[in-house]
C-alpha cells in the first residue's frame, strides 16, 4: 500500500506546454513537500507547504487537505525543467515518498 | 553558504566492509536527515535528528546501520557489515527546524560488491 500516489509516472510535453502533476495521499499530513531531481542526481526542495497555493516563478504548487490531493503545475514549460518531481509528505516524524513523475520538456 | 556537504561522494566497497558516509549541514540548522535511494524503493528517510539527539529512526533497516550527530556541524551514517542490497545513493539534508524546508547534499553514492 502506497501512502502517496503521484501521476502521472511519465511525461513529455513540448516547450511551453502548461504541465501539471499530481499527488495524492492517504495519512494525515502536518505538510506536503515536492522535490526536483535533477538528471544527474541532485534534489531540491521546491515547495513545502500544508494549505492553500505558493508561487515561485514558473511553478505553482496546491494542495487540498479535505481531498488529500495536491498539484505541481509549471507555466511556460522549458527543456531546463525535465526532472524528476517527486511528492513527500511528512505526519509526524514520518515521510512518505511518491515514486515521482519524469518529466521531459522537448525544445 | 557551501550548502550541504557530503562525503565520499562515491564509495565502492566489499561485503562485508565497514562503510561511513559523512555530512555536514549548513550552519545555523538544527535539523538533520538521511534518506537513501533506490531504484526498486525510491526515496526513504532513515533518521532525523533535531538539535543533534536522534528524534526518529524507525526507518533504519537493521542494526547494521547506525548514525551519530556529535555536534551541530557533524554527522555520520556508518553501516557494518556492508550487503550488496544497501547499494543506493545517500541523501542528507538539513532545515533550520524540524518543520522548515529541507536543504539536500550531493548524495553518496554507494556500491557494495
Known amino acids: 500500500k502506497n501512502e502517496v500516489e503521484q501521476s502521472p509516472q511519465n511525461l513529455t510535453a513540448q516547450e511551453g506546454e502548461f504541465i501539471t502533476i499530481n499527488c495524492s495521499y492517504s495519512v494525515g499530513i502536518s505538510a506536503l513537500h515536492w522535490l526536483q531531481q535533477h538528471p544527474g542526481g541532485g534534489i531540491v526542495s521546491l515547495f513545502m507547504?500544508?494549505?492553500g497555493k505558493k508561487k515561485h516563478g514558473r511553478l505553482i504548487a496546491t494542495i487540498n487537505i479535505q481531498e488529500k490531493h495536491s498539484s505541481l503545475h509549471i507555466t511556460a514549460s522549458h527543456p531546463r525543467d525535465s526532472a524528476v518531481y517527486i511528492c513527500?509528505?511528512?505526519?509526524?516524524?514520518?515521510?512518505?515518498f511518491g515514486t515521482g513523475t519524469s518529466l521531459t520538456v522537448i525544445p | 553558504d557551501a550548502g550541504v556537504i557530503q562525503s565520499p561522494r562515491h564509495e565502492v566497497t566489499e561485503m562485508g566492509q565497514e562503510v561511513t558516509l559523512r555530512c555536514k549541514p549548513i550552519s545555523g540548522h538544527n535539523s538533520l536527515f538521511w534518506y537513501r535511494q533506490t531504484m526498486m524503493r525510491g526515496l526513504e528517510l532513515l533518521i532525523y535528528?533535531?538539535?543533534?539527539?536522534?528524534?526518529?529512526d524507525s526507518g533504519m533497516p537493521e542494526d547494521r546501520f547506525s548514525a551519530k550527530m556529535p555536534n551541530a556541524s557533524f554527522s555520520t551514517l556508518k553501516i557494518q557489515p556492508s550487503e550488496p542490497r544497501d547499494s543506493a545513493v545517500y541523501f542528507c539534508a538539513s532545515s533550520k527546524g524540524g518543520k522548515d524546508e529541507q536543504f539536500f547534499g550531493p548524495g553518496t553514492r554507494l556500491t557494495v560488491l
Open positions: 535528528f533535531n538539535n543533534n539527539v536522534p528524534i526518529d
Open positions: 507547504l500544508s494549505s
Open positions: 513527500a509528505v511528512r505526519t509526524g516524524n514520518q515521510f512518505y
